[in-house]
């Protein structure tokens, strides 16, 4: 059983456009939720937290959607800058403090 | 922006040789971490420390795997007789109150076992 699971894309988007990227969780308790951003060969580093009211920040938006149990990334007006891979990441054992990942999804924006 | 370092950047050794990987937690910082990600896979939790103590494990994290905190600063993790499997990226990450949000990770170690 995997705890966390996205589509490993690759997304490969113009300059401009708008993409988002999905990720689904299996454990009911989870009760923190956060999406990363990886560059080639870097550390993961956190882009946003994800709320049960949804968030925004800038151009990224992120929603929670506890009866489904996924969690949503919006990127609006997509920047050559965006191209890396996305993270999802789960609390996943209430009280605990590690992070179940999901193998990312690849976004490439392309001139 | 303080930031939690790593060292080596780049690691060969040979297979069932030990292995010490080291990381400078954010100074302020309270809980510690370790997570690998092996070529082309996800990012996955080995272990956290908190109080001198594992406070978590994954099962990943077996017998041949140890961390300390040496002394006020440093935050190791060893591999006792390493395997070709267990060629990864390791990378250190600290909090200051356990909270995942503002979990900061290193830049990692790339570790290659031949």
């Known amino acids: 059983r995997k705890e966390v699971e996205q589509d490993p894309g690759p997304f490969n988007v113009p300059e401009g456009a708008t993409v988002a990227f999905n990720c689904t969780y299996s454990?009911?308790?989870?009760?923190?939720f956060f999406w990363y951003r990886q560059d080639c060969r870097k550390e993961p580093k956190l882009l946003m937290s994800?709320?049960?009211s949804g968030n925004e920040d800038g151009r990224f938006t992120a929603q929670l959607n506890r009866a489904s149990q996924y969690i949503s990334l919006l990127i609006r007006d997509s920047k050559l800058s965006d191209s890396a891979t996305y993270l999802c990441?789960?609390?996943?054992?209430?009280?605990?403090?590690?992070?179940?990942f999901g193998t990312g999804t690849r976004l490439t924006v392309i001139p | 922006e303080p930031e939690v370092t790593q060292t080596p950047s780049h690691q060969v050794t040979q297979m069932g040789q030990e292995v010490i990987l080291r990381c400078v937690p954010i100074?302020?910082?309270?809980?510690f971490y370790w997570y690998r990600q092996i070529l082309g896979q996800k990012v996955e939790f080995l272990v956290s420390?908190?109080?001198?103590?594992?406070?978590?494990k994954s099962e990943i994290f077996d017998d041949q795997f140890s961390v300390e905190r040496p002394d006020g600063s440093n935050f190791t993790l060893k591999i006792r007789s390493t395997k070709l499997e267990d060629s990864a990226m390791y990378f250190c990450?600290?909090?200051?109150?356990?909270?995942?949000?503002?979990?900061?990770f290193g830049s990692g170690t790339q570790l290659s076992v031949l």
């Open positions: 994800v709320y049960s």
């Open positions: 420390f908190y109080n001198n103590e594992i406070s978590e």
């Open positions: 990441a789960v609390n996943s054992i209430p009280g605990a403090n590690n992070l179940f």
């Open positions: 100074s302020n910082h309270l809980y």
């Open positions: 990450a600290s909090t200051r109150d356990g909270s995942n949000e503002k979990l900061f």
């Open positions: 454990n009911s308790a989870s009760q923190s």
